[in-house]
């Protein structure tokens, strides 16, 4: 419609429109006046309020669902422990086995020392020459007595 509108006034030339426009377009008083906002004849008075000396007034079902809040906590609480539980156990018994698997191979090192030092002190030829340097001598044969497994007897008494 505005583009018919346009095309009107450029084939009528705008006489007559240019007229009707500028008798209500024009302003009769001053030109740089507002026109009135809406509702500003309307004035708002703010009161200050203070609630401070309000008391709330006590709900005995608010006591009741605190409690359960408390108590369902606890038991979310019990619960996620007792789930968690045994994979904590696990961790420990995991350090503990690794603990043991090291103390274990300390010992067989020490056991392996020991045996060695065991081989060393028993070489038949270093207890012969502690022999030889304590005179120890052999028996003569006269002077063994032989046990006698018959009679329970620990040694037999020989007379000479």
């Known amino acids: ?31 740089y006046a507002l026109r009135a906002l809406p509702n500003e004849d309307v004035y708002f008075f703010v009161k200050e309020i203070s ?14 669902a605190a409690w359960k ?11 996620i422990i007792c789930i ?16 043991l698997k090291s103390e274990q191979r300390v010992l067989l090192r ?3 020392n020991l045996e060695l030092e065991e081989g060393q002190l028993l070489n038949p030829a270093r207890l012969e020459a502690l022999a030889l340097d304590q ?3 052999d028996p003569a044969p006269q002077t063994v007595f032989y046990l006698d497994p018959k009679t329970g007897s620990l040694a037999m008494n020989v007379k000479k």
């Open 135 to 137: 005179k120890f001598t």
């Open 110 to 112: 020490e056991r392996d």
């Open 84 to 99: 968690l539980l045994p994979n904590a156990y696990g961790l420990l018994a995991g350090y503990k086995l690794q603990a």
């Open 51 to 64: 609630n401070s000396k309000i008391v709330r007034q006590a709900n005995p079902r608010e006591r009741f």
């Open 1 to 31: 419609m505005a583009s018919l509108a346009t095309m009107y006034n450029r084939v009528l030339g705008g006489s007559r429109t240019d007229a009707a426009v500028r008798r209500y377009v024009e302003p009769q008083d001053d030109s």
């Open 69 to 79: 809040t408390v108590a369902s906590g606890g038991v979310l609480a019990a619960l």
